[in-house]
Nanobody
Framework: QVQLVESGGGMVQTGGSLRLSCVAVGDIFSINDMRWYRQIPGNQRELVAGISYSGITSYADFVKGRFTISRDHHKNTVYLQMNSLRPEDTAVYLC???????????????WGQGTQVTVSS
């Protein structure tokens, strides 16, 4: 059983910063793409940022220039550095990864439990 364990959420004031981490634990062969999503109450889950196996990154327009996604292959970990936070960034942030288990050729889509980010004004 593979789990994605998130940390780093919390409450900050407008303009502050947080760094989210998500580590995949279990019997893992490799991990392909890794992503961060956000969930605002009453809204559908939406993609915030993604990073490929080779390190190619992509960002939603509402975070460009403020957030940075990165990964550490050796630690099976993806990070989201969030700077210049705004109240509208308040959401539950969830990590997602395409995980290859040993002796398999198709990835399993794994999800973290979500971590709350609250930005106050």
């Amino acid at each position: 059983q593979v789990q994605l364990v998130e940390s780093g959420g919390g409450m900050v004031q407008t303009g502050g910063s947080l760094r989210l981490s998500c580590v995949a634990v279990g019997d893992i062969f490799s991990i392909n793409d890794m992503r961060w999503y956000r969930q605002i109450p009453g809204n559908q889950r939406e993609l915030v940022a993604g990073i490929s196996y080779s390190g190619i990154t992509s960002y939603a327009d509402f975070v460009k220039g403020r957030f940075t996604i990165s990964r550490d292959h050796h630690k099976n970990t993806v990070y989201l550095q969030m700077n210049s936070l705004r109240p509208e960034d308040t959401a539950v942030y969830l990590c997602n990864a395409d995980i290859f288990l040993p002796l398999t050729t198709n990835p399993l889509s794994g999800w973290g439990q979500g971590t709350q980010v609250t930005v106050s004004s």
